[in-house]
């Protein structure tokens, strides 16, 4: 009962920290709007504004109530046996005008089954390849590495850009933590919940996830055991 108030209280101060910031711009720049008299341009633009930002807390507040719901333990109730490589194909596709415009390439090798939630893998992919796509350099490279072996289903997204600090790297997968500042919102659209929810999918089929970073290459590694552990 102790860990579980303990969860709830790091739940909520987590998101009141996340939430304080944007609130607070949101109503400053409403109340700029509202005190001089503008041209309906304007207002439009205000607007539009405010709703990107209303969209980025929706997904954040989404998001947020998945990790509190996975860190109580979830069943799968969509378990399937299917190609990782498949899948990874279908996301590249996905990714592809993206990753156009920074001329990054996109390639996908090997093979494996994966026994689990084939929507919460492509989610857990996703976010690695969004994140990838994000720090990527200009005519950089990104590739999804499948192996299968008899006991699990080894999924890698590795990409080429600048190191992380080895230090940092086991913190990646913590609710809002980023590595650099200069990478935080508004610069980028990733709400910093990413790769725990990415965490929180592996744990809940019975498998891991790790970061390695190094001569100019950085990986993260997803582990998908054949028989799916409840968590």
Same mark, same amino acid.
């Given at each position: 009962?102790?860990?579980? *108030?303990?969860?709830?209280?790091?739940?909520?101060?987590?998101?009141?920290?996340?939430?304080?910031?944007?609130?607070?711009?949101?109503?400053?720049?409403?109340?700029?709007?509202?005190?001089?008299?503008?041209?309906?341009?304007?207002?439009?633009?205000?607007?539009?504004?405010?709703?990107?930002?209303?969209?980025?807390?929706?997904?954040?507040?989404?998001?947020?109530? *998945?990790?509190?719901?996975?860190?109580?333990?979830?069943?799968?109730?969509?378990?399937? =046996? #299917?190609?990782?490589?498949?899948?990874?194909?279908?996301?590249?596709?996905?990714?592809?005008?993206?990753?156009?415009?920074?001329?990054?390439? @996109?390639?996908? +090798?090997?093979?494996?089954?994966? +026994? $689990? %939630?084939?929507?919460?893998?492509?989610?857990?992919?996703?976010?690695?390849?969004?994140?990838?796509?994000?720090?990527?350099? +200009?005519?950089?490279?990104?590739?999804?590495?499948?192996? $299968?072996?008899?006991?699990?289903?080894?999924?890698?997204?590795?990409?080429?850009?600048?190191?992380?600090?080895?230090?940092? @790297?086991?913190?990646? #997968?913590?609710?809002?933590? =980023?590595? %650099?500042?200069?990478?935080?919102?508004?610069?980028?659209? $990733?709400?910093?919940?990413?790769?725990?929810?990415?965490?929180?999918?592996?744990?809940?089929?019975? $498998?891991?996830?790790?970061?390695?970073?190094?001569?100019?290459?950085?990986?993260?590694?997803?582990?998908?055991?054949?028989?799916?552990?409840?968590?």
């Amino acid at each position: 009962l102790q860990e579980d *108030f303990q969860r709830l209280t790091d739940f909520a101060s987590d998101l009141a920290h996340e939430l304080r910031t944007p609130i607070s711009n949101l109503l400053t720049q409403t109340q700029v709007a509202l005190a001089t008299k503008r041209n309906a341009a304007t207002y439009r633009d205000i607007l539009a504004s405010n709703a990107e930002e209303f969209q980025r807390l929706a997904r954040m507040v989404s998001d947020m109530l *998945f990790l509190a719901k996975t860190e109580r333990g979830v069943d799968l109730p969509h378990k399937e =046996r #299917f190609s990782a490589r498949q899948d990874g194909l279908a996301l590249l596709d996905f990714y592809e005008a993206v990753a156009e415009e920074k001329r990054i390439r @996109l390639r996908v +090798e090997g093979d494996g089954e994966i +026994e $689990g %939630d084939r929507l919460m893998f492509r989610r857990a992919v996703s976010n690695l390849l969004s994140n990838a796509l994000r720090y990527t350099p +200009e005519a950089g490279d990104i590739t999804i590495r499948i192996t $299968g072996t008899a006991q699990a289903t080894t999924v890698a997204v590795e990409n080429t850009g600048a190191d992380i600090d080895a230090k940092v @790297l086991p913190r990646l #997968f913590d609710r809002f933590y =980023r590595a %650099d500042a200069s990478r935080a919102h508004p610069d980028t659209d $990733g709400s910093g919940l990413g790769l725990a929810i990415t965490r929180a999918i592996a744990e809940a089929h019975g $498998g891991r996830v790790t970061a390695t970073s190094g001569q100019g290459r950085t990986c993260f590694t997803l582990v998908f055991p054949h028989r799916v552990a409840k968590p």
